[in-house]
């Protein structure tokens, strides 16, 4: 006890330092703020893809540009003005000339090759990190979780991609493995794979990633989706990738992208053999989830079109699925419209045209022939604001086998609003709200009828070193809920719930290697049945050493009712690994990260983390500990 004390005392006392390190892309504002994430992710693939593979700015197409999701349209706009006036992108200079705000500069000196040549691309990158978290539980027998990524770069633009992964309790180093073998051209596009892979395609309504962005994220950046094709599948995800060949053949103005897949995937199976559900998890330690372990092979087949002009896009997709064992999910009310067979195929079109200011885009698809889903949206942009209007028409049961639309993927009907304003004095303000309802809810679902979410956010830049935040948001939602009469009845009854959370936090960068952060939330949760309430005060240092090494200290303070009324934490984890994890009780956080680089292409992280919690019975305590090596040349 003593001893945990002592080391509580001298992280406080750290902590008591207004030090950190310089400016870098604030990912927190892309993100769902109240959504779980911890693991590799897609956006951490982009940044580092486009460290390697850089685009120039002086010659880098527009529509190329667009792909990027980080860079806004302002941003696009202010890049083709310099141009047309004759002017080029020597230095980072130019770029900061440009006036776009601290973290558009900081995203596009990241992506742009500026007073270089052709940057020099990597031969090989390897990444592996080993976490080991204690506490009760943890699987004894297998408590480390285990992750292992190399990309080589061979000749000709050949490339290949290794990764194994392996989750707390599985027993396998390598339970789960992928692998690619692509065809890379010069401006980092991919043209043919072979392996693990997916496919980015019009809105996502059938063709997409994982999906990391959040509709409760940056409102303008959330709208819409920017299409790159075909992809390697380098995520820890074991679900939502294809596993087979994709080519990719350019003519004129016409791209057409034809794929296949076999792969097997987990399942629940009925005792007749059928498939009563997916599962998605990827999780295979106990002899439950074992049974499931590739029990059903799937196969993909389909063909992409898009045929573009100056200011329009237009693209169709058509993609069939078939499974070796008959899917019947009919084994609880609320899954009666869903996909039932062997075999589905879906269609759908999507447009992109940009007049001036203003942009319409939208996707509209079928499946099965009787499911439908559209999304449709607007966007217009002036110099210090953007607006924009999108609706949504999900039918429940609309079959998606790789889709990640925006807001969700079936069953939902809405409409969402966003904008943005920066004005020239360091100020902006944003916002969105999204209604949105269930167009069909089952006797005993749990699941919200209808929603009302909104945000707004005001950011204030005071200084070249010191900015402020706040931000508001929350949602309003009809749920069916259980409860216990005075008769000890058992009843469902049709209540509103709300929760809004306010944020207030400060960054102040002192010099090129010191700076410090710091955050204070509340969260208010209320019903007919409960009202709860949640604080949360949280520091963190960053600091930058002459030697190469970094350190990010953090210390957090929380208290809430209970796990209802939660409160999300985003904080810096391992390098390419995001982390929004959820507090809860009363208790606190410790944590503190370094990385040195040892050389150009050797380095070494160490993540400590404590977390203590009193939930009221008894307390509990968590340990973390990572390590993680990359290498590159």
Known sequence: MRRAMTIKFILIILLSVTVSYGQSVDLENYLNPSEEIEGSSDLYDM????????????????????TIQLINSNTIRAI????????????????????LGQEQENILLSIAGVNIERQYVEKFRFRSRVVRKTSVEDFPEHPYKLYSRGTFDLSNGLQIGVLTERDVGEKEFDDHRSF?????????????????????????????????????GDPIFSMKRGARGIRPYRSASETNFMRGAAGAWNHRNIKIITFVSLNKIDASLSDSGEVLNFRRSGLHRTEGELSGKDAVQEKIAGVNTEWSSTNLKVGSRFVTVEYDANVNPKDSPEKINEFEGRKYKTFSVDYDYTIGRMNLYGEIAESDGRKKAQIHGFRIGYERINLGILYRDYDDGFGSVRGVPFGGGDNERGIYVGMKWNSNRGASVSGFKDLYKRKWVTTNSLTPSRSEDFRIEIKQRISEVHSVGIRIWGANRELNKKIIDEYSIERKILTLQRRKNLQVQGKHTLSRSLALGWRFERVTLEDLIVDEKGLLLSINIKIATP??????????????????SRIYLYEQDLPG????????????????LARKEISSYFSLSLKLEHLSRDNGIEDSAENKIGIQVDLSN
């Open 47 to 66: 940044i580092e893809e486009f460290s390697v593979y850089k685009f120039d700015l002086n010659k880098s197409a527009v529509e190329e540009l667009y």
């Open 80 to 99: 083709q003005k310099k141009r047309k006036r004759g002017e080029i992108f020597r230095s980072v200079n130019d770029v900061k000339e440009l006036n």
């Open 180 to 216: 690619y073998l692509t065809k890379k051209s010069i401006n980092g596009k991919y043209d043919k794979i072979l392996g693990d892979y997916s496919i980015e395609a019009g809105q996502g309504l059938v063709l997409w990633q994982n999906g990391f962005f959040g509709r409760r």
């Open 547 to 564: 030697g190469s090494l970094r350190l990010y200290l953090a210390a957090t303070r929380f208290k809430t009712d209970s796990f209802a």
């Open 577 to 592: 690994v995001l982390r929004n994890s959820a507090v809860f009780n009363n208790g606190n956080r410790f944590m503190v």
